[in-house]
């Protein structure tokens, strides 16, 4: 596999297009060299654009259980013996 990205390689075959053919006149040297513009602008990004890594994964500290209100547990119990 090929360490080259693949916007370098369309970048490259673009130029490599209009080297060899664009001088000649071809119908499609004004499409190349707009698709040269396009590639380039978006191979410039993608090797300027780096995501950085970050450290290890958050994660949330533990806590130990809190105990529940006992009143909050006596009503309960108290509304749903009334139902």
């Known amino acids: 596999m090929s360490s080259k990205s693949r916007e370098w390689l369309l970048y490259n075959a673009v130029l490599s297009w209009l080297s060899n053919y664009g001088s000649m006149g071809s119908e499609l040297t004004p499409d190349y060299q707009l698709l040269e513009e396009e590639l380039r602008q978006v191979y ?32 309960n119990k108290t509304t749903n013996q009334e139902t």
């Open 44 to 75: 410039e990004q993608s090797t300027t654009t780096k995501t950085r890594k970050r450290g290890r994964p958050a994660k949330r500290q533990r806590t130990k259980e809190t105990p529940s209100n006992p009143s909050s547990t006596e009503e």
